[in-house]
Structures are given as structure tokens and as C-alpha cells.
């Protein structure tokens, strides 16, 4: 049976292998840098440790965020091009949805288990996921439970947003919701992935959710900054 | 000793070889007769090296049509002519003809006490997997059994590589077969910066990832390629902008390792100079080096390419292609600024105005000789279109810009040519995006032609930024048997240009 490569980059570094759905081996760095220096040692750590040679992995799932820009990008461009290479089927997966299928379904990232949130949601009483997108905001999406293959069914989102407009907008909409949090690891983006097969709703989409313009202002007179610039 | 003195050995060769067999092997020198069989042998190769009329070193390949193995047969270089890489340079010729024979594997037995066999086997490439107990008689000395495996090294071949470059804007995938191009593809995201008048690090580095897949396929398509064709990634990790870098690392990292293939991290400014190589076939050195872009302004003096690269001056604040962008803003003319001014300075009169060259005074040559400034001049631009505004005056926008260009230019040679005369190098080299400016080409070439200096332009779209200057510099280390990076290194925005490959 083939393997699945997991990748997720939208906080720390987190590599999976799976066969058929079960987790062969994972490296996992929590810390919010070095994405760069880790991605290559950290994939080809996990197809060592299983003993299986890259061509025998027939699909590579990537976490498209919604993250923080630069570490997000460095796990996109090294799934892509782990697929270009062994010649695997490429697919992507909205982190914050693998995010609320781990909470709905009471699996932790670290593979502990919790309560199961999924008794507790529905469609007026939402799931809200939340993720730091850094200076002061939150990335959010809402969920109303899981298909009958386990994916996450997601409402509203995602979108970013200060905490405070976050908890106004839900107050001013009335919406009650069950909050999670819960980190993200590269096993939960295989665990939506081989539900989204079960629904018919695996996607080959890898764009990145940014969900923010670059940094980078028009000047209003392109003449006028031009002079003003001095060094 | 070059390669080209190693030809093939004939029968009449055999007196000389049996001349030096006995010189090289007292005690256990091969018989006239088998000597005789083997250089006749169909599934034999010997070559022989020549000084003039006398043999002094030759070895022998034995490749049996069908086997996938190969295995030296012997190699003897006269003692007199031992430390000049005699012994090498025909291992390098029989592994060539092993490999073009289909060969997988090559083996040999080399004596135990013979250290420096040793060490040249296992530069090559070769490893120790056993040893034979009293192989060589009637010495009683064990043997050494070796082993190449021709898929896991590159010696003897000229490898394929390909070369990711993504530092600034600029999103390139080169493949180069040892010195020789065989794709560039590149796919610039300078129209999104247009607006912003400059290069936007967030913008590039989101273009570079959108761009990767397309531009790796269209480079395997030019090059008429699969993956498993290549024998090594080469990715530049620095000097650029990080973020951007750290895109092209990533996939670079992640392709090596689907590929189970070798990496190699190399410097972005060292591949703009080793870019030559693939026009001339190798780079004449020394060289002085002046690399002109958005990015960067950086005069070197290279001695060897892989070795000994020395950064003589960069520009202590704008880069020369900023100022070109910066001062196109002043004028109302679009970004980039190089073309735009380019175009408007055609009808203008370079000496209509004498706007100032920074770093070019007395006082500056101890500390900054070969340094340059493009600041003062750009404000300079700047006031000077102030003031006439003020005044009301209408002024020609082609005098300010053949005036600035001039200015921009006349420092960038003048500094160049210094240093090629006060370095002894009758070389210039120039890279980078800014080489496009026509009287920058126009200047250099009447200059050099003055100082009897040999000028050399590499194509645009190797001038510029690109992916086959970062597989060329990868193929050079690969070629002087350099170990690959690790899978750990990370981007380098500073990097020096001393640091030729990031380990």
C-alpha cells in the first residue's frame, strides 16, 4: 500500500508518513522558526525511520494555513516539489479544518485523546477554531460537525481578525460556539485527508491562505517619495 | 599534466610497458606474454601517458560486454613522474570509459601498505568493502578490495544539474551537463513591484512560490529531461532577500530528497561570476568581477572560482539599480527605472549637467576605493529637479537622465578598471540586471579597449538573475570532488562572497 507524506508548516515544522491512514512516523518542531533548515532534514528523517524510499509514496498533503506568511510558503514549496520528484499526487488541506476535526473527534496533536466536542456542536451551536495569526489577530473559522467520513463541515471562515472584533461580532450575531484552539500537527492534515477520499472532497488546491495583503503600501505620488527618499 | 596526453595504448606500446612494469613492480611484474593478451583483449582498455618518447605511467580497464562491473586492472606511474596526478588523471579516463561502457560498479585491489593508492581511490569516490589476507606474493601483503559505485558519484561524468535561484525577484530554474547550458527558464515578478516602484519582499517571495512548479517543468521540457535525470540540486541560499530565499530552499531541499539525490547551497554573487563558464567553457582567472543590480553593486576579484573569491568594494548604501528605480520616479518615468532612463537619456547630453560621483574624492580612497555610493547622486537628481521646478524653468528630462547615467556609469567603470590595473588583471567581468544598460556596455567596452583589458558580457539572461548560474557553480564543485551540503543549512541574507557553498 502506498504512503502519504504530510506537511504542515503553519506554525512550527510538522512531517507525517502514513500508510493507509496509520501514522508510521512523525517529526515534529513546535518552535515558529527555522522552517527553512528543517523541512528537508525533517522529510527525509520520516521516510528513514519507516525504511521507505520516496517514489512508494503516492500522495503528499500540505497544510495551506491560514498562517503567518513565511514559514507557511517553505512547507508548500517543499510538498510541491517533494510531489514533482516522486512523482506523488499532490493535495492541500485548510490547517484550521484539520484543526476542527481533531477537536470535534477528541484527538490532540500529540495523539492524546480529549473530550470529543462533536455531541456538543451543530449548526446554531458552532465550532469556532481559532489560530495566532501574530500582531494581535486570530485566524477563525466556524463548524458545524463532521460528514459521515469525518470532515469537518465548515461554516463560516476562515478569515483573521483582532480577538476583541471576534468576540464582538459572535456577541452581536448572538452565535454561542464550543472554542478550540488546539495546536496543529502534520497527522491531523492526513486524518482530514483520508476523510475528504471517503467524501469525494480531496483537493488538488495548494494555494496558500494567506488571508493578508503583503506589506506594502502604494506610494501616493511615486515623484514625491522618490525625492523624500534620502538613503 | 593535462588530459589530453592520455591516448589509447597499442600493440607496439608493449616493449615501454614492460619497461616500466618491471621498474614499478620488482618482485611481481605481470609476464611479457600476459601483458601481450592483455592489451589485445576485446574487453580491455589501456591507456598510456607519454613525456616525450618515454612511457612514464599507464593503466588498464577490463569491462566484459554484458557484466555490469568493471575492475582496474593495474596502473603504474614511473617514480620519477609520481605527484604530478599522473595515476589520476588516467583513474578519471577509465572511469569515463567504464561509464560510457554501461558499467555500474567499479573495483580494484590496491596493497595495504600502499597509503597513497589509498588515498587517491577513495578521493575518487571509492570505498574499502574487504580486504584479502596475503594477496600479493610472494611479499605476503593483504589487499585492499574497493569498490566505486558509479549511480552514488559524479567523477568521471559530467553531471547534471539543476540550480533554483529565487534571492530576489527573480524566480529561476537552470540545468546545466558540466560546463554546458541546457535549459534557463525564468519567471519574473518585476510587473507586481511596478506599483510599489521597488521590489516588494512579501510580493516576491508569494510570485516564487506561484512560479516554482511551471518554471521547474518548462526547464525539464527545454532541456528535454526527467527528474531522474538529474544527478544534483543546486540552490542559491544567499546574499538576497530572506523570505524569498527561504522558498526556493525549501523546495530545493524537498526535491533533493525525493530524488535521493545531492544539494548543494551555493552564493548567489560567486554563480553571477561563474556564469561565464558556460559561454567560454571555463572562467579565465584572474578576474575582476563588477556585479551591477536592483540589489546589488559588488566589484570582486576572483583568483579560482570555487576557492578564492575576494570582495574588493559593494555599495556602503543604494544599490546601483535602486538608484536607476529611484531616480525614474523623480523623472515621472516608470519602474524599472534602468530601461526607462535608458530610453529617455538617448536624445540627452550626458555632460548637460554634472551631478556628483560618489565615493570618487582623494579623501575617500583609503577607506573606500572600490566602494561605491549612489545616495548623494540620487538626491542630487532629486534637488536639482526641485530647484528647477521652483524656478518655474522648463527643463529637458533627457539632459537629467543621460546626466545621472553618466555619472552612474562613468563611477561604476572607473572603479572597475581600477581595479583591474591595480591588481594586474587584464580581465572585467560583468553580471547582474543592470549589465542591460546600453552606455554601461558602451563605456566599459571603450575603457577596457584603453587599458588593453579583456571585457567579457555574459547573454542577459545569464547576466541577470537565473537558475543556470546556480547549477554551473553547483557542477564546478561537484567536478573538484566538493561534498554536498547538508540537508540543514538556512538562508543566508548577508552571506559573503568567501562563502562559495554553505556546508
Not at chain 2, 607496439?12 to 593478451?37: K, P, Q, V, Y
Amino acid at each position: 500500500m502506498s504512503y502519504t507524506l504530510a506537511i504542515d508548516t503553519s506554525a512550527g515544522t510538522s512531517v507525517s508518513l502514513h500508510q493507509g491512514g496509520k501514522l508510521i512516523a512523525e517529526v515534529e518542531y513546535l518552535e515558529n522558526m527555522k522552517h527553512a533548515e528543517r523541512i528537508g532534514s525533517s522529510i527525509a528523517e520520516v521516510l528513514k525511520v519507516a525504511g521507505v524510499e520516496a517514489n512508494r509514496v503516492g500522495a503528499v498533503v500540505v497544510g495551506r494555513g491560514p498562517a503567518p506568511f513565511t514559514g507557511l510558503r517553505i512547507g508548500i514549496a517543499a510538498g510541491m516539489m517533494f510531489a514533482e520528484g516522486s512523482g506523488a499526487k499532490l493535495f492541500g488541506v485548510v490547517s484550521l479544518d484539520a484543526i476542527a476535526k481533531a477537536a470535534l473527534e477528541g484527538t490532540a496533536a500529540d495523539g492524546s485523546s480529549g473530550q470529543p466536542l462533536a455531541a456538543l456542536v451543530s449548526a446554531e451551536t458552532p465550532l469556532l477554531v481559532t489560530a495566532d495569526a501574530r500582531r494581535s489577530e486570530v485566524y477563525w473559522a466556524l463548524y458545524s460537525g463532521l460528514t459521515s467520513n469525518g470532515v469537518a463541515i465548515c461554516i463560516e471562515g476562515p478569515g483573521v481578525i483582532k480577538p476583541a472584533a471576534l468576540e464582538a461580532m459572535l456577541q452581536e450575531r448572538n452565535i454561542q460556539v464550543q472554542r478550540t484552539s488546539l495546536p496543529i500537527a502534520a497527522r491531523q492534515l492526513t486524518a482530514l485527508f483520508e476523510a475528504q477520499l471517503g467524501d469525494g472532497s480531496a483537493n488538488t488546491d495548494v494555494t496558500a491562505l494567506y488571508l493578508r495583503e503583503a506589506d506594502a503600501t502604494v506610494p501616493r505620488d511615486l515623484r514625491e517619495a522618490g525625492k523624500k527618499v534620502s538613503g | 599534466m593535462s588530459a589530453a596526453a592520455i591516448r589509447l595504448a597499442q600493440e607496439a606500446d608493449l616493449d615501454n610497458i614492460m619497461t616500466l612494469e618491471h621498474e614499478c613492480f620488482a618482485t611481481d611484474a605481470w609476464s611479457r606474454g600476459n601483458m601481450h593478451l592483455e592489451l589485445m583483449a576485446h574487453h580491455t582498455t589501456y591507456a598510456v601517458i607519454y613525456e616525450g618518447e618515454r612511457l612514464i605511467a599507464y593503466a588498464g580497464l577490463s569491462k566484459v560486454p554484458g557484466s555490469d562491473q568493471s575492475d582496474i586492472q593495474t596502473i603504474a606511474v614511473a617514480p620519477a613522474a609520481r605527484g604530478r596526478g599522473l595515476g589520476k588523471a588516467l583513474m578519471l579516463h577509465l572511469i569515463a570509459e567504464a561509464r560510457k561502457q554501461h558499467a555500474n560498479d567499479m573495483f580494484l585491489e590496491v596493497r595495504a601498505d600502499n597509503p597513497v593508492a589509498q588515498a587517491l581511490y577513495l578521493g575518487l569516490g571509492f570505498e574499502h568493502i574487504d580486504t584479502r589476507k596475503n594477496y600479493y606474493q610472494p611479499d605476503g601483503i593483504d589487499a585492499w578490495v574497493m569498490r566505486l559505485q558509479f549511480a552514488k558519484a559524479s567523477v568521471g561524468r559530467e553531471p547534471i544539474v539543476l540550480g533554483i535561484e529565487s534571492s530576489c525577484d527573480e524566480t529561476g530554474v537552470g540545468i546545466v551537463r558540466g560546463n554546458t547550458l541546457l535549459a534557463n527558464v525564468i519567471s519574473s515578478s518585476m510587473d507586481e513591484h511596478a506599483r510599489f516602484g521597488g521590489v516588494v519582499p512579501e510580493i516576491a517571495a508569494r510570485a516564487h512560490l506561484e512560479a516554482l512548479q511551471p518554471t521547474l517543468r518548462e526547464a525539464l521540457r527545454q532541456a528535454n529531461l526527467s527528474l531522474q535525470d538529474i544527478d544534483a540540486i543546486a540552490v542559491t541560499n544567499g546574499p538576497g532577500l530572506g523570505g524569498a530565499l527561504m522558498v526556493g530552499i525549501g523546495a530545493a531541499k524537498a526535491l533533493a530528497v525525493s530524488l535521493n539525490k545531492p544539494i548543494y547551497a551555493v552564493n548567489h554573487l560567486v554563480g553571477h561570476v561563474g556564469v561565464d563558464i558556460l559561454e567560454r567553457g571555463k572562467l579565465e582567472t584572474p578576474t575582476i568581477a563588477l556585479l551591477v543590480s536592483g540589489g546589488h553593486t559588488s566589484l570582486l576579484l576572483v583568483r579560482d572560482l570555487l576557492t578564492d573569491v575576494e570582495l574588493l568594494g559593494e555599495t556602503i548604501d543604494d544599490a546601483a539599480g535602486e538608484a536607476f528605480d529611484k531616480v525614474a520616479r523623480v523623472l515621472g518615468l516608470k519602474y524599472p527605472g534602468g530601461p526607462e532612463i535608458d530610453r529617455a537619456a538617448a536624445s540627452g547630453n550626458p555632460k548637460a549637467i554634472r551631478f556628483p560621483r560618489g565615493l570618487t574624492q582623494p579623501k575617500d580612497m583609503q577607506k573606500h576605493r572600490y566602494d561605491f555610493s549612489f545616495s548623494g547622486l540620487k538626491t542630487a537628481v532629486a534637488r536639482w529637479v526641485e530647484v528647477a521646478e521652483a524656478k518655474g524653468e522648463p527643463f529637458s528630462v533627457a539632459n537629467v537622465a543621460a546626466s545621472f547615467r553618466e555619472a552612474v556609469v562613468d563611477v561604476l567603470v572607473t572603479k572597475a578598471v581600477n581595479a583591474c590595473v591595480a591588481h594586474g588583471v587584464p580581465r572585467l567581468l560583468l553580471g547582474g540586471g543592470v549589465v542591460a544598460n546600453a552606455r554601461l556596455r558602451e563605456v566599459a567596452e571603450q575603457r577596457c579597449a584603453e587599458h588593453g583589458i579583456e571585457l567579457r558580457i555574459p547573454a542577459f539572461n545569464l547576466c541577470t538573475d537565473n537558475g543556470a548560474m546556480i547549477a554551473t557553480l553547483g557542477a564546478q564543485l561537484i567536478m573538484a570532488g566538493r561534498q554536498p551540503s547538508s540537508l540543514n543549512f538556512g538562508s543566508e541574507s548577508t552571506l559573503p562572497v568567501t562563502t562559495v557553498q554553505s556546508l
